[in-house]
């Protein structure tokens, strides 16, 4: 991390997880845990959960997060959410395009473009997800792939909208599968993203830009990864539902 130029920033990815009592339970036990937390600290819940997890934060540094964002204002789209809705709804962030979203509902690098547009556009900050399977990894694509992702994901993005965009790198082999990539190859990829940001909007953007590790970062691996230069925290997924877990990893982003 390099704090003196970016924030460090760790976000939790709860997927679909927690009932409103449990997510307020927990938020509780967060709360006096990151109170004294040195990066931002998100929690992204489950659409459900978004009202009682507002409610809890209140009056902590925890900010509240939306797991997806729909890209048209209202309309015909059943089981959508809009970003205007989740605004008012006290939501801060939302992270767009996990790999979960690609794989299993469709999601496309143009979708994703289109829904981090009306997040910015409604004063939300966008929690970007970019990532390659094993397979284009083992076929040397890493770097192509990231970059185009990135640059996909940012068409039309201004300067300015660029200051409420973080890109949570999440390599797909590591997402759920107790794999972790090492904290070289972590540092890597985030340095494929800084470097697509800088071919598009300069070199002085990029190292403003917090790109985050997503891929089974832990309470056990979070000092290592978040001490490489191109690592400015993490978008956490099951270590984010164990208060204890969660704290040790903010820790590790405070330092």
Known sequence: MNKTVRKAVIAGNWKMNKTPAEAKSLIEEMKPLVADANCDVVLCVPF????????????????????????????????????????????????????????????????????????????????????????????????TLLKFQTKMALTNVTKEQLQNVIIAYEPVWAIGTGVTATAEQADEGNGYVRAAIAEAYGEDVAESVTIQYGGSMNAGNADELVAKVNVDGGLIGGASLKAPDFAKIVAAASK
């Open 48 to 143: 459900i959960d978004i009202p009682a997890a507002v409610e809890a934060a209140k009056g902590s540094n925890i900010k509240i997060g939306a797991e997806n964002v729909h890209f048209k204002a209202s309309g015909a789209y059943t089981g959508e959410i809009s970003a205007d809705m989740l605004k008012e709804a006290g939501v801060e962030y939302v992270v767009i395009g996990h790999s979960e979203r690609r794989t299993y509902f469709g999601e496309t690098d143009q979708t994703v473009n289109l829904r981090s547009l009306a997040a910015l556009h409604a004063g939300l900050k966008a929690i970007i997800c970019v990532g390659e399977t094993l397979e284009q990894r083992e076929l040397g694509y890493t770097e």
